[in-house]
């Protein structure tokens, strides 16, 4: 069944998108991350314009986000107060991604940035993820105890200037490193169209030392937020959200994110790192494939602005 998209001015397979919405939103509920950084180079691969890709799947990650949350807020896992702090410098980041991403659009450069940055940037957390993940298994498999990270430990991080307490996460720390946290991951999801969640996890895990039960739900009301915004900014400014396919990928993010919150408590952590790892380095590798291919149609005809002809 075809469906049209009038942003993207392609026609496209509702089933395929509808299972593409469905399988993130899914992922989403697991791991506790926003999916974009699946999505929209799976949008791509099926030919719907970079641009489009980055700004429609803003809308997805709000709605499979909301389904996560909703899951997430029931069981009383959420900390109101970091996410607060991280939604905040997130929205931050979100507009200072949405006006690189204008600029790059008006100088023809978004495509290549999009792909470049994907390889690089799935390519690096891919293989850090996988090698954390073999490690994991095999402390298991040898029967070694992991070396626990108790909420109150101190690091570096810890010693910074104007801390906050934080209850519900048993926390006393600076709100630097949580202000740049949640800043990076709202400037890349605007700029890549990811939700930053695959980042956001271990960051406070490891460099906050949030406990583990909190995490998730807080990373996706953050997630929520910056992306709402990315959303209303990407559709002022850019106007490359297609609601076509936001619809049909919002339908499926919402149904996939509330399977994901319940399965996800009853599976293994690592080994689900281990696939999380393999389908990122999967997606990296594939960019790259594309950008040494040489493309089918050597030229591109797009439309430039007075000033810059």
């Not at 297609?242 to 399965?263: C, E, F, P, S, Y």
């Not at 594939?286 to 810059?308: C, K, M, T």
Request: with cysteine; net charge positive; proline share 4%.
């Amino acid at each position: 069944m075809q469906l049209y998209l009038p942003i993207a001015e392609i026609p496209v397979n509702i089933f395929v998108i509808f299972g593409m919405g469905g399988t993130v939103g899914f992922l989403s509920g697991l791991f506790g991350i926003g999916g974009g950084f699946l999505l929209t180079p799976l949008l791509i691969f099926s030919g719907i314009p970079p641009a489009v890709a980055v700004a429609t799947v803003t809308t997805q990650i709000v709605a499979s986000s909301t389904s996560g949350v909703i899951a997430y807020w029931r069981q009383k896992a959420i900390d109101l107060k970091l996410a607060f702090v991280l939604l905040c410098s997130g929205v931050i980041g979100s507009a200072l991604g949405v006006w690189l991403f204008g600029i790059l659009q008006r100088l023809g450069q978004l495509d290549l940035v999009i792909s470049l940055s994907y390889v690089t940037f799935l390519g690096s957390i891919g293989g850090l993820m996988l090698v954390e993940s073999i490690k994991a298994m095999m402390r298991r498999r040898s029967g070694d105890a992991p070396v626990a990270r108790k909420p109150g430990q101190h690091s570096w991080v810890h010693g910074l200037p104007m801390k906050m307490r934080f209850r519900r996460s048993k926390l006393y720390v600076s709100v630097f490193p949580i202000f740049a946290i949640g800043s990076i991951i709202g400037f890349l999801g605007s700029v890549l169209g990811i939700g930053g969640g695959f980042m956001m996890v271990p960051a406070l895990i490891y460099l906050l030392r949030v406990p583990t039960s909190i995490v998730i739900g807080t990373s996706l009301l953050q997630i929520l937020v910056t992306m709402s915004a990315a959303t209303i900014m990407h559709s002022y400014n850019t106007q490359t959200v297609d609601i076509v396919l936001a619809l049909t990928l919002m339908i499926g993010g919402v149904i996939g994110a509330q399977l994901g919150a319940r399965i996800g408590q009853k599976l293994r952590g690592e080994q689900l790192r281990l696939l999380l790892a393999l389908l990122v380095l999967g997606v990296g590798l594939r960019f790259a494939v594309n950008l040494v291919l040489e493309p089918e149609d050597p030229y591109s005809v797009v439309v430039v602005d007075g000033e810059n002809a």
